[in-house]
C-alpha cells in the first residue's frame, strides 16, 4: 500500500470516526442512556454489598466490567443503525471511502464514547464503594483501554452484521457476550487485583497477554473481513 493509499485510509477514517462523534455530541442519546444505566446498577449494587467489606474487593473487577459491557451495548447498537435513515448506510458503502476505514473509524468513535461512560462510572464506583486505588490507577487505565479495545472491535463488527434485523437490540448481546469471554476474564482478573493494591507481575501478566493478543487478532480479523459482512 503505497503513501497516497495509507493517507487516503487514514483521512476516511478521521472523516467517519469524527462524523459519528459529532452526531452523538449533538445529541447524547446513547451517552446519557449508558451513564443512567451504569449508575443504576452501581447504585444498587452499594446497597447489596458493604463497601469496606473483602468480599467486596473480590468482585470489584468483575461489577465493573459486567457495568461497562452492558453499557457498551447501548452504544454498540447505535454504531450502524443510525446510518439506515435515508439510506445514509448504502452511501456510505458507495463512497471512495475502503470499508476497512469505515469499520475503524466507527469502531474508534465507539471506543471514545463507551471510554467516557467507563472513566465517569469509574469516579462514580469510587465514590460509592469508597475505594482507593489511585496508586494503580494507569495500570487500571491501560486494561479498561485494551477490555475496551475489544469490546468495541467485536461490538462494531456485530453491529454492521446485525444492523437490518428487526430484534438488532437482542441479537446483538447474545452474538457478542460469548465472544467476549475470554477478554472480559482478563480484564477482571487484572483490574480486581489492580484495585485490591496487587500489581501487574508474574503471577498475573498472562491476563494482560490475553487482553492484547485478543485485541491484535480480532482488530486484524474485522478490518479483514468487513467487507463481506457489509458488502457481502
Do not use: H
Not at 503505497?2 to 455530541?25: H, N, P, Q, W, Y
Request: glycine share 6%; net charge neutral.
Amino acid at each position: 500500500m503505497g503513501k497516497t493509499s495509507v493517507g487516503s485510509f487514514l483521512s476516511s477514517t478521521v472523516a467517519i470516526a469524527s462524523k459519528d462523534l459529532r452526531s452523538e455530541f449533538r445529541t447524547k442519546e446513547a451517552l446519557n442512556a449508558s451513564f443512567a444505566f451504569s449508575v443504576v446498577i452501581l447504585v444498587l449494587f452499594s446497597f447489596a454489598f458493604d463497601p469496606s467489606s473483602e468480599q467486596l474487593q473480590t468482585i470489584s473487577g468483575g461489577l465493573l466490567w459486567v457495568v461497562f459491557s452492558f453499557a457498551g451495548a447501548l452504544i454498540l447498537n447505535r454504531s450502524f443503525a443510525r446510518e439506515l435513515q435515508n439510506d445514509c448506510l448504502d452511501a456510505l458503502i458507495s463512497s471512495p471511502a475502503p470499508t476497512g476505514a469505515l469499520f475503524l473509524g466507527k469502531a474508534i468513535a465507539n471506543f471514545v464514547l463507551l471510554m467516557i461512560v467507563e472513566l465517569a462510572s469509574l469516579g462514580v464506583f469510587a465514590l460509592f464503594y469508597d475505594s482507593r486505588f489511585g496508586a494503580q490507577l494507569l495500570p487500571i487505565a491501560l486494561v479498561i483501554a485494551l477490555g475496551t479495545w475489544g469490546i468495541t472491535v467485536i461490538g462494531t463488527m456485530f453491529s454492521a452484521l446485525t444492523v437490518n434485523l428487526r430484534m438488532r437490540e437482542m441479537m446483538l448481546p447474545t452474538l457478542v457476550y460469548p465472544l467476549l469471554i475470554p477478554a472480559l476474564m482478563a480484564a477482571m482478573t487484572l483490574t480486581t487485583d489492580l484495585m485490591s493494591g496487587t500489581p501487574i507481575g508474574k503471577d498475573n501478566t498472562i491476563w494482560l497477554r490475553v487482553l492484547i493478543g485478543f485485541d491484535f487478532i480480532y482488530s486484524i480479523l474485522s478490518v479483514v473481513f468487513i467487507d463481506v459482512v457489509l458488502v457481502g
